[in-house]
């Protein structure tokens, strides 16, 4: 009688050590951005702090909770107001980076439903699946740049295709943070212009 071996589950083991990853590359990214944004940690501004840590949160909100609409770009316009405004926008990008990857692996293990989207006998359904999967296919860097820069709904879905299409996830998180940061700076220096610099007492 042969005692079969114990095994781990090697899913859950990735899964555990891309989220570690992940999570110290947006700290890093977070801390070094703040920093270079002339952020003076030894004594921040409550109001800062709190207004980057805010921004934050409500980005990693924005990307989780797909069915739950965040305004992201009109809370950084007006937190630029009062806020660096490229903190403010590295601030964003680093929380909705952070979030992605509930959707990412969702996409992985969806495989079947998103494949079944694609052929959806509803032309638009099948429209899109068909678009941004094979997009993501071919250009992963690209599509995933270009879907976070530009304001579009269809980025909410951009996890759920980059992980259906086989993307590799630091590639996907790569391109998003870079379009998200170039999206969120340019709103917080129009908000910036716009209101004008508010100073707190």
Known sequence: ???????????????????????????????????????????????????????????????????????????????????????AGLAAAAGISAGLWPTYFAGTTGVAIVESAERSRNALVRGITSRLLGWFRTRPMGASFVLAAIPNPAFDLAGVMAGAAGVPFMRFLAGSFAGKTIQMTVVAMIGYAVTGHISFP
Do not use: C, E, H, K
Request: without cysteine; hydrophobic residues 60%; glycine residues 10%.
């Open 1 to 87: 009688m042969q005692v079969a071996p114990t095994t781990t589950n090697p899913v859950s083991t990735a899964v555990f050590v891309r989220t570690g990853m992940v999570l110290a590359f947006i700290v890093l990214l977070l801390a070094t951005g703040l920093a270079l944004a002339g952020i003076d940690f030894s004594s921040p501004p409550v109001s800062a702090t709190a207004g980057y840590t805010v921004l934050f949160v409500a980005g990693v909100l924005a990307s989780v909770t797909l069915f739950f609409p965040v305004p992201m770009i009109g809370m950084v316009f007006l937190a630029a107001g009062f806020l660096n405004p490229f903190g």
